[in-house]
């Protein structure tokens, strides 16, 4: 249920996911630190009973009119570019796979730590809740990304590693895979909750969009998808 939040610096209402419940985070409009109320502490305002009550400043206008929320859709430049490298990405897989050597042994590693942070920015974008307080933009953005991208490169490095523990050189099977996934997953779904604050729904998700593209890119070259 969301909490009511009324900034101690411009008086601006509005609302956050309960998840921030007892935590501090920046005004989405003056930056000012926020001590967010617990449920418990809050205090409901029901709407008045005129549109027109409610305290004025000294030009007549609403003085506690709620703001707009901040909305985090990648700019036109970056989705182009985005889009540019897709499609560069996706030409670089379908040559390696009409190669008669295939893919060099350093074009799968270097290309998960690439795709990483870039993915992970990507889809900080579109899975935030609006609920949120301000988002994250910027340096800031970009930094989150390239440790949360780092960590889901290193899960395929993981993964390897712990397919070789368990079961040795033998050919990858489904009944195997599915046994470490839950694991892959629950790291990688924690990655993102404590990169970008996401939820759980879509921390899981954000994980998933990088292993999907990064599955799908294998399958093009010709490679096993795991």
Same mark, same amino acid.
């Given at each position: 249920?969301?909490?009511?939040?009324?900034?101690?610096?411009?008086?601006?209402?509005?609302?956050?996911?309960?998840?921030?419940?007892?935590?501090?985070?920046?005004?989405?409009?003056?930056?000012?630190?926020?001590?967010?109320?617990?449920?418990?502490?809050?205090?409901?305002?029901?709407?008045?009973?005129?549109?027109?009550?409610?305290?004025? @400043?000294?030009?007549?206008?609403?003085?506690?009119?709620?703001?707009?929320?901040? #909305? +985090?859709? $990648? *700019?036109? /430049?970056?989705?182009?570019?985005?889009?540019?490298? @897709?499609?560069?990405?996706?030409?670089?897989?379908?040559?390696?796979?009409?190669? #008669? +050597?295939? $893919? *060099?042994? /350093?074009?799968?590693?270097l290309g998960a730590v690439v795709l990483g942070p870039l993915l992970a920015w990507f889809g900080y974008g579109f899975l935030r809740n609006e609920e949120d307080l301000a988002p994250f933009e910027g340096v800031s953005r970009w930094v989150r990304a390239i440790i949360c991208g780092g960590v889901y490169a290193g899960l395929w490095l993981l993964f390897s590693y712990l397919y070789t523990t368990f079961f040795g050189a033998a050919p990858v099977a489904v009944q195997n895979v599915v046994f470490l996934a839950p694991v892959i997953a629950l790291i990688g779904a924690a990655?993102?909750?404590?990169?970008?604050?996401?939820?759980?729904?879509?921390?899981?998700?954000?994980?998933?969009?990088?292993?999907?593209?990064t599955m799908i890119l294998r399958l093009v070259m010709g490679l096993p998808a795991v």
């Open positions: 249920m969301p909490i009511q939040v009324v900034c101690p610096g411009c008086h601006a209402r509005f609302k956050v996911s309960d998840k921030f419940a007892g935590k501090k985070g920046p005004c989405p409009k003056c930056k000012a630190v926020i001590q967010v109320p617990t449920a418990d502490d809050q205090v409901v305002i029901h709407e008045p009973e005129h549109s027109e009550a409610g305290a004025r @400043s000294a030009t007549g206008a609403h003085a506690l009119k709620p703001i707009e929320r901040l #909305e +985090t859709e $990648p *700019p036109q /430049l970056a989705v182009a570019a985005g889009i540019g490298i @897709s499609l560069l990405v996706l030409l670089i897989a379908v040559v390696f796979r009409f190669s #008669e +050597t295939g $893919p *060099p042994r /350093l074009v799968l590693p990655t993102a909750y404590f990169s970008f604050d996401l939820d759980l729904g879509n921390s899981f998700f954000h994980f998933a969009l990088y292993m999907f593209v």
